[in-house]
């Protein structure tokens, strides 16, 4: 069933309903509705979720396939089931730390394409 496999993937990737939600622009609430099967996500919410985690359509609908689509998937368990280990000051220094490299990684594609 849908939402339990949508439960899966916020437990797989060791993430609070809060912070799941956020990620998708959506409420805790929302998140918890429709794990608790009282709401029916819309496909537009779940092809949503598909981008933002990276999960492999076929899975979450019809439960066929792995879980992740992308080749990245393993990398993103491992990095999430290393910070789920962290404690709460150590994920907080995590989290600065990764934000630090997407801006310097947008800084230098940005330089990279004024050069162009």
């Known amino acids: 069933m849908v ?5 899966q993937v916020r ?3 060791h993430l609070s309903q809060k912070e799941f939600a956020r990620r998708l622009g959506l ?3 929302m998140i918890s509705n429709i794990e608790y099967q009282r ?3 819309r496909q537009v919410l779940l ?8 999960v492999n359509p076929s899975w979450l609908f019809e439960g066929e396939g792995e879980m992740f689509s992308h080749p990245a998937g393993d990398k993103l ?7 789920a280990q962290l404690d709460e000051t150590s994920q907080e220094y995590a989290l600065m730390q990764i934000k630090g490299l997407l801006k310097m990684q947008k800084e230098q594609s940005e ?4 050069e162009a």
């Not at 939402?3 to 439960?7: I, K, L, N, Q, T």
């Not at 092809?47 to 990276?54: A, D, G, K, N, S």
């Not at 330089?111 to 004024?114: G, I, Q, V």
């Open 3 to 7: 939402s339990e496999r949508v439960r």
């Open 11 to 13: 437990k797989t990737l």
């Open 27 to 29: 409420s805790k609430d």
């Open 39 to 41: 709401v029916k996500p």
């Open 47 to 54: 092809e949503h979720l598909c981008q933002v985690y990276h």
């Open 77 to 83: 368990r491992e990095v999430a089931d290393a910070f």
């Open 111 to 114: 330089a990279k394409n004024k």
